[in-house]
């Protein structure tokens, strides 16, 4: 090959040409990946499970609460938010309700929610809970445990079966195909499981 090179400026120009194609089929194939991964399409944790804490303080606008049925449901919906940024931007509480109402139609009722915030500060999240008039129970992460035990970096958002087994990753409030994906698992698995 060192003799072609030295000798023949068209063998140059092929293996020229050969490294430019390997190197756009390579870009592009990066890029498709990034960005399947940063629109939350790309399943990473595909076949893994989400461990939760041996405690959980639940709570609610209107109590502190224990609430053993959600842990248990046979479909899940698990929202972990960290404390980086607008902790009330991000959770956008409204937006989950109006999805909440379209998931627990699509699953018969038989769906719950496990919203894990990880937050120091308390106080700022049951106002933000109150400001919103959001009752539905949340578990309030103020160790950190969500996130040791399963190795976050930021928020996650999960569908899950029963064993906590990962059926989709993604945020249903991102995009509207997300939702759709997100209603279109939570039918299939009650047609399948009920």
């Not at 909440?100 to 120091?120: N, P, R, T, V």
């Not at 933000?128 to 976050?152: A, G, M, Q, R, T």
């Not at 064993?163 to 509207?176: A, H, S, V, Y």
């Amino acid at each position: 090959m060192m003799v072609c090179l030295q000798q023949n400026k068209s063998c140059k120009m092929k293996l020229f040409k050969i490294i430019g194609v390997l190197w756009l089929i390579l870009s592009l194939t990066s890029c498709t990946i990034n960005n399947k991964k940063s629109h939350g399409f790309f399943d990473r944790h595909a076949h893994e499970y989400i461990i939760l804490p041996k405690s959980n303080r639940f709570i609610s606008i209107s109590k502190d609460t224990i609430v053993p049925n959600l842990l248990k449901a046979k479909i899940k919906i698990f929202i972990y938010v960290d404390s980086s940024g607008c902790t009330g931007c991000k959770l956008q509480l409204d937006s989950w309700e109006f999805f909440m109402s379209d998931a627990m139609k699509a699953s018969k009722g038989e769906i719950a929610f496990l919203f894990y915030f990880q937050s120091h500060n308390i106080q700022e999240l049951e106002y933000l809970l109150k400001n919103e008039d959001f009752d539905y129970p949340v578990c309030v992460d103020s160790k950190n445990e969500i996130e040791k035990l399963n190795d976050f970096h930021s928020d996650c958002f999960y569908l899950l079966n029963k064993d906590n087994k990962i059926i989709l990753e993604g945020n249903p409030l991102q995009t509207m195909n997300m939702r759709k994906k997100y209603i279109s698992k939570i039918v299939q698995y009650v047609n399948e499981n009920y």
